[in-house]
């Protein structure tokens, strides 16, 4: 999630990190086997994470992914398999923040809501 700010802003001011990624993340370091990758794998995420800022989900966030939702069936899908992905949606919609993501594709009928920025 970035917030939209003017040029002379660092990266770590613009950007944070929705706690269901962290939660996300936090399932990646267990989701291998390898015990050095996993070492590496939490290394990355605790610097992500202490560099960061970490938006909760919370009330407000959980009235937003009501709505998103709602849209999403409105568009004649099923809003179950991306909750994940709303969920951090709707994080960024209540602290009015755009979403970086690799999966802006799949969130274009927000965009009446949420400013989506695809990413590589």
Known sequence: MTRLRGATASFAD??????????????????TVDPVEQLHRRRRLELLLNTYDVLPFDSDAA??????????????????????????????????LALATRNGSALHYLQRVLIVIDVD
């Open 14 to 31: 613009v950007v944070c990190v929705s706690a269901v990624t962290a939660g996300e993340l936090h399932y990646g370091v267990g989701a």
């Open 63 to 96: 009235e937003s992914y009501g709505l998103l939702t709602n849209i999403v069936r409105q568009a004649g899908r099923n809003p179950r398999p991306r909750r994940m992905d709303l969920m951090i949606a709707a994080t960024a919609v209540c602290h009015g």
